[in-house]
């Protein structure tokens, strides 16, 4: 059940994506794809194994609910958040749907909980929350490096 | 936790040589791609790296560990930083080479054969160690299924710079 959940989450936040009416350029889509997930796993590793703040579930369907927040939809909204703040001019759709991206993946943090794939240890849902933004902050920073590099 | 040793020895002396030899081979290389798709190539080595090692050789599944011990350390991020040159070399040996269409999957094998033997020298020095009923054979299927998606990503690039290229063109006329 929850890992049906979490494929839906995955199919929404692709869909999302795949609508947007602007998109980057391929090398600009795979950089952030790439940045978000090292990002996302890295963080991922050093709060669960090295600090043991979170602790993982055992259960086999549970975890790969967790590899698709991890892979699928947590790259692909911060992917879809790079883009619209790279390719829409207004600056109340810019906030309106960065809030909402940021609401989406806190929703989906929320399912985790819920559905016991993880269980906070040392750790919050507000440290969580915390987290995603500086995550979505470091994205956006490295990104507009990278945009630097463009023509060279 | 699981502790293989405590000492900084062959596996992080390998580490670091091997670190040096990649990056030295990577800054000698003449400039082929323009900067943006560059660190794309290189990113594709350590985002793999990471990918697998932080899915497969983690629990629940847990196939192997990486280094002296089972947690995440700053010689596994070595490890995961040294791969970038290795695939850049892969795709800038494609590149140059221009290797045709026919041939490509025989590159990939060739590639995937150094990736094996280098990954049974690592295992002998204790950057690897496997659990469970993982064995090294079990590796190749992932580096013939890496290496085939890079030479996807590598195509993938190269037309959308070509489009790119020709719009600019056709903007101008």
Known sequence: ?152 | MTIYDNHFNSNEWFLICLLIAVYVIFFLLPKRFPRQVTIVFLLYGIFVSYFFDLTIGLKPIDFYDVNDTSKYSIFDFITYVMFAPVSYLFFYIYDRMKIHKRFTPLYILMWACVAMFMEWVSKYLGVYHYRLAYEIYYSFGIYLAVLSVGIILYHRIQNSLETEKHSQVSFKE
């Not at chain 1, 086999?60 to 927040?69: A, G, I, M, Q, V």
């Open chain 1, 1 to 152: 059940m929850e890992f049906l959940i979490y494929l839906i989450l995955s199919w929404i936040s692709i869909t999302i994506y795949a609508l947007l009416p602007k998109k980057l350029k391929v090398v600009e889509v795979i950089f952030v794809f790439f940045v978000g997930s090292i990002l996302v796993m890295n963080l991922f590793t050093i709060v669960e194994y090295n600090f043991e703040l979170i602790t993982l579930t055992t259960e086999t369907d549970k975890y790969f609910s967790l590899l698709l927040y991890r892979s699928v939809i947590l790259p692909v909204v911060l992917l879809t958040f790079i883009t619209i703040l790279q390719t829409v001019e207004s600056n109340v759709h810019k906030w309106g749907s960065s809030l909402f991206l940021y609401g989406f993946i806190l929703l989906v943090e929320y399912l985790g909980i819920k559905f016991a794939i993880y269980f906070y240890t040392k750790w919050s849902f507000l440290l969580s929350s915390i987290d995603i933004l500086l995550v979505f902050g470091l994205c956006l920073f490295i990104f507009r490096l990278y945009k630097r590099q463009e023509g060279k």
